[in-house]
T-cell receptor
Framework: QKEVEQNSGPLSVPEGAIASLNCTYSDRGSQSFFWYRQYSGKSPELIMSIYSNGDKEDGRFTAQLNKASQYVSLLIRDSQPSDSATYLCAVQGSGSSNTGKLIFGQGTTLQVKP | NAGVTQTPKFRILKIGQSMTLQCAQDMNHNYMYWYRQDPGMGLKLIYYSVGAGITDKGEVPNGYNVSRSTTEDFPLRLELAAPSQTSVYFC??????????FGPGTRLTVL
């Protein structure tokens, strides 16, 4: 069973700090990785995708990927109270039978305190 | 552009009843998905479709059925509802097989 693991939290950071969210995955052949943000009672929203080892930056968000360690992370700089949400890590499984299918972690709840 | 729409928003079913959750998208996406999300958990894939007439099972298909007669619509059928099917159901669609856009969800309670 392919798995995606996240610490459920809650992760609490003060406003203006860097929030670091982590995710590990079991399928060594995975090539596509995603971070979704889900506000309470709402649907998930894609915020970042990453496909290559290294860092990818988009505004205050940076996704980091290390395929050798099977590890993907999301950094949120200058955290704001509006960033308080659950962050879901998703991984596309390898092999043709998994095309288009994402495996989601259980999510990490982030609380940014003013 | 409405994106992905789902109806109903809320529903309460009695054990053994059946219902269809509706999902539609107006983005001409080939890929469509049904997920369920239990409290404090991630999303579990129920069924997915890569185009009209083509569907396949996900992780948790038991107790559900789907059809895809058009590109736009992807209804999810629950037969003989059970309390274990109490969940929030999300439909999603994508043009590429990875970037998925989610509908607002349907909250289903089975009593």
């Amino acid at each position: 069973q392919k798995e995606v693991e996240q610490n459920s939290g809650p992760l609490s950071v003060p406003e203006g700090a860097i929030a670091s969210l982590n995710c590990t995955y079991s399928d060594r052949g995975s090539q596509s990785f995603f971070w979704y943000r889900q506000y309470s009672g709402k649907s998930p929203e894609l915020i970042m995708s990453i496909y290559s080892n290294g860092d990818k930056e988009d505004g205050r968000f940076t996704a980091q990927l290390n395929k050798a360690s099977q590890y993907v992370s999301l950094l949120i700089r200058d955290s704001q109270p509006s960033d308080s949400a659950t962050y879901l890590c998703a991984v596309q499984g390898s092999g043709s039978s998994n095309t288009g299918k994402l495996i989601f972690g259980q999510g990490t709840t982030l609380q940014v305190k003013p | 552009n409405a994106g992905v729409t789902q109806t109903p928003k809320f529903r309460i079913l009695k054990i053994g009843q059946s219902m269809t959750l509706q999902c539609a998208q107006d983005m001409n996406h080939n890929y469509m998905y049904w997920y369920r999300q239990d409290p404090g958990m991630g999303l579990k894939l129920i069924y997915y479709s890569v185009g009209a007439g083509i569907t396949d099972k996900g992780e948790v298909p038991n107790g559900y059925n789907v059809s895809r007669s058009t590109t736009e619509d992807f209804p999810l059928r629950l037969e003989l509802a059970a309390p274990s099917q109490t969940s929030v159901y999300f439909c999603a669609s994508s043009h590429r097989p990875d970037t998925q856009y989610f509908g607002p969800g349907t909250r289903l309670t089975v009593l």
